[in-house]
């Protein structure tokens, strides 16, 4: 398993408690328009996954990320 592979699924299974529509969780998936979080629900999970991480993630970073591929993406650039 490569490292975006486990990034992925660790991402995708913080994600499942904020999955009020039971959306299917794929790279395309976007926060706002598929998972439908306002931006409470955003800095709580972004919390969650700098923890879960232990990695800083900007608000620069976090305005440009809209997808669930781009924040797999970002946390694995931070990790490594």
């Given amino acids: 398993m490569t490292d975006r592979t486990a990034t992925f699924d660790t991402i995708k ?4 408690p904020f999955n009020k ?5 794929t790279d395309a998936t976007t926060f706002a328009g598929d998972l ?13 996954i700098e923890d879960d991480f232990d990695i800083l993630i900007t ?10 591929g781009q924040l797999v993406d ?7």
Avoid: P, R, Y
């Avoid at 299974?13 to 499942?16: M, N, P």
């Avoid at 970002?74 to 490594?80: E, I, M, Y």
């Fill in 74 to 80: 970002a946390v694995v650039k931070l990790k490594s």
């Fill in 21 to 25: 529509k039971q959306v299917a969780v």
């Fill in 59 to 68: 608000m620069n970073m976090q305005a440009e990320i809209e997808t669930v």
């Fill in 13 to 16: 299974a913080q994600i499942e």
């Fill in 36 to 48: 439908e979080w306002d931006s409470l629900t955003v800095m709580d999970f972004v919390a969650a």
